[in-house]
């Protein structure tokens, strides 16, 4: 299982190496650029949410593409 945690930067160095000291949990940083994209995919994820629920309005892709 794949668990994402989100902690202070003063605390990251602790809590990497307290979670690198059980054996059957792997840990690693995320890079800026990742947390980027895994933040704006999540929340675009959201959005569609929204949007299947009726509770946000869906825009056409042809508008999309002209904004580009």
């Known amino acids: ?3 994402l945690v989100e902690v202070n930067d ?4 602790f ?6 000291s059980f054996a059957y949990v792997k ?10 994209v895994l933040e ?3 929340e675009a994820v959201e959005n569609m949410t ?3 629920q ?3 309005k869906a825009r ?3 508008d999309l593409l002209n904004e580009i």
């Open 40 to 42: 704006e995919l999540k």
């Open 1 to 3: 299982m794949k668990i």
């Open 60 to 62: 056409p892709a042809k």
């Open 10 to 13: 003063n605390k990251a160095a």
């Open 27 to 36: 840990a690693k940083p995320l890079t800026a650029h990742k947390a980027q």
């Open 54 to 56: 009726g509770k946000l």
């Open 50 to 52: 929204l949007v299947n």
């Open 15 to 20: 809590f990497m190496e307290l979670l690198r």
